[in-house]
Nanobody
Framework: QVQLVESGGGLAQAGGSLRLSCTASGTIFSLDAMGWYRQAPGKQRELVAIIGRGGYTTYADSVKGRFTISTDNAKNTVYLQMNSLEPDDTAVYYC?????????WGQGTQVTVSS
């Protein structure tokens, strides 16, 4: 059973940066996409950024120009570089990796941005 392990969350000041990492414990066959989602208290989980097999990327409007998603396929890892952080970015961030058969989710990592 492949597991996703996230790291890199923590506390940052507004305007600061954090880099999240998500590594799969094994190879996910026919991986289609990797992405980051977040869930703030009292809110639904929302898409932050996604990268497809061909390298295309999609970002939530709220993070465009500030966040960058990237991958290291040799390491089964997806990254989320978060710059110019804002208090509204405070949430639990979840990694997801998907193939045609199922989605794999990480356990989540807390990101807290202070003003």
């Amino acid at each position: 059973q492949v597991q996703l392990v996230e790291s890199g969350g923590g506390l940052a000041q507004a305007g600061g940066s954090l880099r999240l990492s998500c590594t799969a414990s094994g190879t996910i066959f026919s991986l289609d996409a990797m992405g980051w989602y977040r869930q703030a208290p009292g809110k639904q989980r929302e898409l932050v950024a996604i990268i497809g097999r061909g390298g295309y990327t999609t970002y939530a409007d709220s993070v465009k120009g500030r966040f960058t998603i990237s991958t290291d396929n040799a390491k089964n890892t997806v990254y989320l570089q978060m710059n110019s952080l804002e208090p509204d970015d405070t949430a639990v961030y979840y990694c997801k990796q998907s193939n045609r058969w199922r989605d794999y989710w990480g356990q989540g990592t807390q990101v807290t941005v202070s003003s």
